[in-house]
């Protein structure tokens, strides 16, 4: 028998869905439930899913089964509810709510709980695409995690031809600032020392106002929050990256120097028919200009291999730019055919095995200019945020994004802790204080 008044998450996809997901438990904590491990016992579990790929789509599938198993009322909330909408039968769920009424998951708990006798599913989805501004009804009070993201934005409007996204999200719609002030305030108060911007594409916050405001705006009045430590972006569209923006970025201390761009091939003619808006040189360009104005600098990217009519050529193009402006980390994703989208219905579509082989290639590729970097940094020292610790080992990573494993007492958790880097372990530093 599931214990009533208990709630566990499972979250599928981006760090929006986290922090969508660590807004949802605030409220049930504040509804008097007890959030739980999902492999516990639950009298309610909620999926927050995501539908980026076929094998997120297929993973939420999983995760609602084995939901339903445990017993309790199965929640499905976020992108795969969305992408569903036109669906009515959908297995292993008694509550299905878009994107925009996770918002209300309570008002829809309450609801199922009262009518539980009727059996049947609520099912709310509206049309993502009406939604014209940012709502938010509740605010982050505090942190779980001493790194916590604050989502700024939701929505894109660049409608890339192999991306599901805008169909699922709607478009953009950005964030008021001072609610976005107020909650890094809260979050800092609670113990907070780094937040993470994300968003949709938060390259366009501020492109549905008439205020003129941009990102770099809302990076530049964050880093006035007393108490706070770092600022960290999350995933960027290259053409935000202007001379100007970069000037005024170069001169934010609190940020930092780590940037995660989405730059999905190196390939011009690929870039063109992904309706990506740059070439390979303005990549090259932008990269070349960031590299000049910060220190200990870190570029880190998105990259999809196998998109429609991907030649060989091609994809050694996009090897040669990866190696060529040396990123640090590249996170690849297989291209998969998603509904509604140009790609999906673009000939020449690359087989399984292709994709695979080079998929394997430049996760090798990345991993081999990780360690080329790492190395670099060994006998430096470096400024380290504490945030975990397990058996007499702190973990902590520096302001560009490098991961430091140090011999320390649990009582530094959540100190900005000065070390020297010795060795390489795996994907880790080691460092000594």
Known sequence: MTKKKTVAFFTL???????????????????????????????????????????????????????????????LVGCYAEEIKEEKNVKNVDIVLGNEEKKDIMKYINEYIENVSDMKVIYKISDINSKKQYVQKECLKKGINIRESVKIEDGCNNFCSYCIIPYLRGRVRSRNLDEILNEVKNLVKSGVGEVVLVGIEIASYGKDFQSGISLIDVVE??????????????????????????????????????FHISVQSLDNSVLKKMNRKYDRQFVIDRTNKIKEKFCNLSLTCDIIVGFPGETD?????????????????VHTFKYSKRKWTKASNMIGQVDGNTKNLRSRKLIALGYEQKLKIMKQYIGTRQSVLIESYKDGYLYGYTPNYMMVKIRGDESLWGCQVDVELYSVEGEMLLGKL
């Open 313 to 329: 050529e091609e994809f050694e193009n996009t090897l040669k730019g990866v190696r060529d402006i040396s990123f640090y980390e």
């Open 221 to 258: 009045q964050v880093a006035k929050i007393d108490g706070l430590k770092r600022i960290r972006l999350g995933s960027i569209e290259p053409r935000i990256l202007t001379d100007d923006n970069i000037e005024r970025l170069s001169k934010i201390d609190k940020l930092c120097p780590h």
């Open 13 to 75: 996809g981006c760090k929006v869905n986290q922090y969508e997901t660590d807004l949802m438990k605030e409220i049930f904590e504040n509804n008097g439930y007890k959030v739980v491990e999902f492999d516990e016992q639950a009298y309610i579990y909620v999926i927050n899913s995501c539908s980026v790929t076929n094998l997120s789509t297929r993973k939420t599938r999983q995760v609602l089964s084995r939901a339903k198993k445990m017993g309790g009322i199965v929640v």
